[in-house]
């Protein structure tokens, strides 16, 4: 099962810069293991936004953003996570499941960017083994007229739900 956390983040982009940085922290071990460069995949069929904002993120925490063709990344010991995103900005819809299977195989955590509306009629990323869901809910929330931030959500597994940032809502069991 996955862990819905707080839906008060800013956006999409920053809950994907929020999935990094949660990512980086439960690999903490795996990054002192290999030595030097912290490596963190993005696709770059990832929206062009979110891609700055992990950019941004990344840098003061020394992370090397890799932006490539998800179809072809490969995973040496550097690398820590990955981020894909279906549908895609080009608005494909993906088959994560061998790529997650290959950075899984990898010791690499996957996080994807996903609509929380296209999963009424996909496979939820999270039975693919995906460690980390997030996106835009926006469509369920207050109307943009309205002001307010667009509703974000970040969904992890059991095992990361401690490093999930801010409160997880609803009832909480150690």
């Known amino acids: 099962g996955m862990e819905i956390a707080n839906a008060s983040l800013l956006d999409e982009a920053t809950a994907a810069?929020?999935?990094m940085t949660l990512l980086h922290r439960v690999q903490a071990k795996r990054i002192d293991a290999a030595g030097g460069a912290a490596r963190f995949f993005v696709a770059d069929s990832c929206f062009p936004q979110t891609v700055e904002v992990l950019r941004a993120r990344a840098e003061p925490l020394g992370i090397e953003l890799?932006?490539?063709d998800w179809r072809k990344a490969t995973f040496d010991g550097h690398v820590f996570g990955a981020l894909v995103q279906t549908p895609d900005e080009a608005g494909q819809v993906l088959d994560l499941g061998p790529f997650i299977a290959r950075a899984k195989q990898a010791g690499v955590l996957v996080a994807v960017g996903s609509d929380l509306l296209s999963l009424v009629l996909l496979r939820p990323p999270g039975e693919l083994g995906a460690d980390v869901v997030f996106g835009n809910s926006q469509r369920f929330g207050v109307p943009m007229g309205y002001g307010g931030p667009h509703a974000a959500f970040?969904?992890?597994t059991d095992?990361?739900?401690r490093q999930i940032p801010g409160r997880l809502i609803g009832v909480s069991k150690d």
């Open 159 to 161: 095992a990361h739900k």
């Open 154 to 156: 970040l969904a992890t």
């Open 17 to 19: 810069a929020e999935a």
């Open 66 to 68: 890799v932006v490539d």
